[in-house]
Structure formats: C-alpha cells, structure tokens
C-alpha cells in the first residue's frame, strides 16, 4: 500500500505521477484524463449509487469550471512535516459497494448494498450488521444521527430510524413517512402532488431514491432523486415541509452550524436555504437564499468548514469549488478551485483546515488550507482498486494526534490511514 507525498510532485497548476509497476499490489497510478473510459468505469460501478442523470453528466469531463486555481505549491517554503501511514483494511460480511460513512460515538457507520455495518473505532472490529425491514429496500445511500437516534435513507424512497440497544444491537423504530402521518394526510386531495402521469403520492413521501440526509439542532433534512428537499421532525418524525429544491436530482446536502442548508444537484446547481418562522402557525419556512452557479457537470459532494464560513463542492468537472462567504453578506461567492483529480468528485469530507476529497480516479487527496487563504495538495492516498465513494474521518486515531481517515470504495473495501502533519504552511514570500 502505497501513500505518495505530493510535495515533490505538485505544481501550481498540474498534476502528474507516473509508476513502474505491475498491478500486484495497490501503488501510485498515472494521472489522466480519458473520457471515454470515465464515462465507462463509472456507469458500470456505479449504476446503484448514483443518480442516470449525474452519469450523463460526464459527458463533460472535459470541461473544466472558469474558476482560477487556489492551488499555490513552493516547496522551500514549507514549514511543516507531514506523515501519512495505511493501517488496515476493514472486514465486513458481504463486501458489495461502500455507498457511504459517517462516524457518531466511536462508531463507524459504513453503508454496503442494502446493509449498515457498525465498526469500533478503536479497534476496528465489527460489532453489528443491520438492513431494512425487507430485502426490497434497496441500497442504503445515507446515514445521519439525530436526538439519539440513527436515521438511514435507502433506495425504496424511504428513511428508516433506529436505536441502539445496551447490547449495541441497532432496533428499528420506524419508516418515514409513518403510518401515523400518513392517515393524517391521505384523506384530503390537496395533500397528494402529482408524481408522473396518472399517478399522486402524499406530499410527504419521497417518490424516488432518498440520497443524503443532514441534521441540524431537532430536525434532519432529506433529499433525494425526486428533486424535492424535505424536512422531518425529530420530535415525532413528521414532516414538516416539502419543496421541490432542484431541476434535477438532488446528491448532496449539508447543514451549517447556523442552520443554513446546502443542496448540491445534476442540475449543476447548489442551492443556499434559509427558514423563516410563521407566526400564526408557529413553525419554521424553507426560502431560497442564493443560488450559486459555476460547476460544468453534476454537483455530487459538499464539506462545510464553519468555523471560516467556507464552503467545498465537488463535482463531475474534477473540480472542487471553494465558496467563501462575503463580509457582512448572507451569500457565498466562489474564490477559487482545486484540481489535481484525473475523473469525477465523489465525496469530500473537511476536519479543521484540512479537506479530503475521494474520486472516481480511486484516489484520496488531501488538502490544507495556508495562512494566507491559498490551499496546498499535501499527499495522495492510494491502493483502491474503483472509485472512492465515501470518507469519513476522526481527530486524535491510534496515536492520539492528527486525523484517523477511512475510505470507503465501489470495490467494496473500506481502507483505514493515519495523518499527522505538523507545522505550519507560510505564505509565499
């Protein structure tokens, strides 16, 4: 297993590795840029787990946002020390497509097809296995933790909740919608919305896959194929709201601390969401803050860094776009891009100043941000053998600094690396 330091090889503007050998063991691959084959390695892995609408965006890999680089690389002037090590593989029972990861209490969860694998963190074992109530659930494309309690979306249009049990055994409480929503809605014509010709569902239901979910405060947001954005209680599970967000399938979402939400779409698009609260009915509105437009293909994955108002997203144009919030402004304006990616941006996952983005090249970068606003590639983590689909990541690992950061990939592996980087990143002088 192989980690390549990107601190002799990067450039300010490009890119470029090479390897001698054999394809025995995962090694440092050649970066480049064959469409046709992109095209084709992601719509015969992915077909699952990503949306028809986000692959036919390939289709323009080739063109590249009209962004400026953030990317800055000078050598002598960097300060710091940087050590990247593989630890393990994870097992797990059936290994089928690491859709995606998320760390809550220790625990890593890790979607596979249609079931949730729990791992220790600490010492990496596996401790529970869970899937829906019936095999026709379909895979399972988020998970998110709210009021104690895990929330998981899935393929058949639905979230489930769960609870773990003394025994850390995972029992389900429910589906959403439930029954009891349901019954309230279901008499009254006005609550069903018209979903393709000659059919309605209730206004509250997803009528396609759900794939991501995010929570803030009491409240999870859910998106989905569908195009809609909905947002569901976690008090009694009941949704209160419902918005068509998007032209196109929705693949991403993510919250900030103060309770803005972000919708990344195949339409290209990222939405800014703000609520309002209605006086008379005492309850919270979602309005269209911005709507931010620079990426040339399918937007798949957003990272927030809150604490400098930053937002990432990557997306099918291998790029990823860094937005930055204007002074005294309720918008973001995008600063620049990261490139260095050879095929599509799958995930994105920030810790501190620090961003990891996984693609469908099969590799793992990963980024610091300088002092003075400008971004370095500090090493590539590779030895997957198909894309990276997810990432998930805790401060601290086994040797009690840096970034313990797992990386989940369509060949079913989740591979587990340890980052330490020590110093500080000066400015170019």
Same mark, same amino acid.
């Given at each position: 297993? #192989?980690?390549?330091?990107?601190?002799? @090889?990067?450039?300010?503007?490009?890119? /470029?590795? @090479?390897?001698?050998?054999?394809?025995?063991?995962?090694?440092?691959?050649?970066?480049?840029?064959?469409?046709?084959?992109?095209?084709?390695?992601?719509?015969?892995?992915?077909?699952?787990?990503?949306?028809?609408?986000?692959?036919?965006?390939?289709?323009?890999?080739?063109?590249?946002?009209?962004?400026?680089?953030?990317? +800055?690389? &000078?050598?002598?002037?960097?300060?710091?020390?940087?050590?990247?090590?593989?630890?393990?593989?994870?097992?797990?029972?059936?290994?089928?497509?690491?859709?995606?990861?998320?760390?809550?209490?220790?625990?890593?969860? $890790?979607?596979?097809?249609? *079931?949730?694998?729990?791992? *220790?963190?600490?010492?990496?074992?596996?401790?529970?296995?869970?899937?829906?109530?019936?095999?026709? =659930?379909?895979?399972?494309?988020?998970?998110?933790?709210?009021?104690?309690?895990?929330?998981? $979306?899935?393929?058949?249009?639905?979230?489930?909740?769960?609870?773990?049990?003394?025994? #850390?055994?995972? #029992?389900?409480? @429910?589906?959403?919608?439930?029954?009891?929503?349901?019954?309230?809605?279901?008499?009254?014509?006005?609550?069903?919305?018209?979903?393709?010709?000659? +059919?309605?569902?209730?206004?509250?239901?997803?009528?396609?896959?759900?794939?991501?979910? $995010?929570?803030?405060?009491? =409240?999870?947001?859910? /998106?989905?194929?569908?195009?809609?954005?909905?947002?569901?209680?976690?008090?009694?599970?009941?949704?209160?709201?419902?918005?068509?967000?998007?032209?196109?399938?929705?693949?991403?979402?993510?919250?900030?601390?103060?309770?803005?939400?972000?919708?990344?779409?195949?339409?290209?698009?990222? +939405?800014?969401?703000?609520? @309002?609260?209605?006086?008379?009915?005492?309850?919270?509105?979602?309005?269209?803050?911005?709507?931010?437009?620079?990426?040339?293909?399918?937007?798949?994955?957003?990272?927030?860094? &809150?604490?400098?108002?930053?937002?990432?997203?990557?997306?099918?144009? !291998?790029?990823?776009?860094?937005?930055?919030?204007?002074?005294?402004?309720?918008?973001?304006?995008? &600063?620049?891009?990261?490139?260095?990616?050879?095929?599509?941006?799958?995930?994105?996952?920030?810790?501190?100043?620090?961003?990891? &983005?996984?693609?469908?090249?099969?590799?793992? !970068?990963?980024?610091?941000?300088?002092?003075?606003?400008?971004?370095?590639?500090?090493?590539?983590?590779?030895?997957?053998?198909?894309?990276?689909?997810?990432?998930?990541?805790? *401060?601290?690992?086994?040797?009690?600094?840096?970034?313990?950061?797992?990386?989940?990939?369509?060949?079913?592996?989740?591979?587990?690396?340890?980052?330490?980087?020590?110093?500080?990143?000066?400015?170019?002088?």
């Amino acid at each position: 297993m #192989k980690v390549r330091s990107w601190l002799s @090889t990067c450039s300010s503007t490009t890119c /470029i590795a @090479t390897s001698g050998g054999g394809p025995t063991t995962p090694s440092a691959k050649p970066l480049h840029s064959d469409t046709s084959s992109d095209i084709q390695s992601l719509s015969s892995t992915s077909s699952q787990d990503t949306s028809s609408s986000s692959l036919q965006s390939n289709l323009s890999l080739l063109t590249l946002p009209s962004v400026p680089s953030l990317q +800055k690389f &000078s050598p002598e002037n960097l300060n710091l020390s940087i050590s990247t090590h593989f630890l393990t593989t994870l097992k797990h029972r059936r290994p089928v497509h690491i859709n995606f990861m998320a760390v809550n209490d220790n625990l890593l969860y $890790a979607a596979s097809g249609n *079931e949730i694998n729990v791992f *220790e963190i600490i010492n990496n074992s596996l401790i529970d296995t869970f899937s829906g109530d019936n095999i026709s =659930s379909g895979a399972v494309k988020s998970v998110a933790f709210c009021d104690g309690k895990i929330f998981t $979306a899935h393929q058949d249009c639905k979230i489930r909740v769960w609870k773990l049990t003394i025994h #850390k055994k995972h #029992k389900l409480i @429910t589906s959403l919608p439930t029954l009891e929503d349901r019954f309230r809605k279901f008499i009254l014509p006005q609550n069903y919305v018209k979903v393709r010709r000659h +059919k309605k569902k209730l206004w509250i239901e997803h009528h396609d896959a759900v794939s991501g979910l $995010a929570v803030y405060k009491n =409240s999870v947001s859910s /998106i989905s194929w569908d195009k809609s954005l909905k947002i569901w209680r976690g008090s009694d599970f009941r949704c209160a709201e419902s918005i068509t967000a998007h032209d196109d399938s929705i693949n991403a979402v993510i919250v900030s601390n103060d309770g803005i939400i972000y919708t990344g779409s195949a339409d290209k698009r990222i +939405k800014v969401w703000g609520t @309002t609260l209605v006086q008379e009915k005492k309850e919270k509105k979602i309005h269209l803050i911005a709507t931010l437009e620079k990426h040339k293909s399918a937007v798949n994955a957003l990272a927030l860094n &809150s604490a400098r108002n930053i937002l990432f997203s990557g997306a099918c144009d !291998r790029s990823i776009l860094v937005w930055e919030r204007e002074d005294s402004a309720n918008y973001m304006v995008v &600063s620049g891009a990261l490139r260095g990616h050879s095929r599509a941006i799958l995930c994105l996952i920030g810790v501190d100043d620090f961003l990891f &983005s996984g693609s469908a090249d099969q590799t793992v !970068r990963i980024w610091q941000r300088r002092i003075d606003g400008l971004y370095t590639c500090l090493a590539v983590l590779d030895g997957h053998q198909k894309p990276v689909r997810s990432l998930a990541a805790v *401060e601290g690992g086994d040797s009690g600094g840096g970034v313990k950061v797992f990386s989940g990939s369509f060949d079913g592996e989740i591979k587990v690396w340890q980052v330490e980087v020590s110093g500080v990143i000066s400015p170019l002088s």
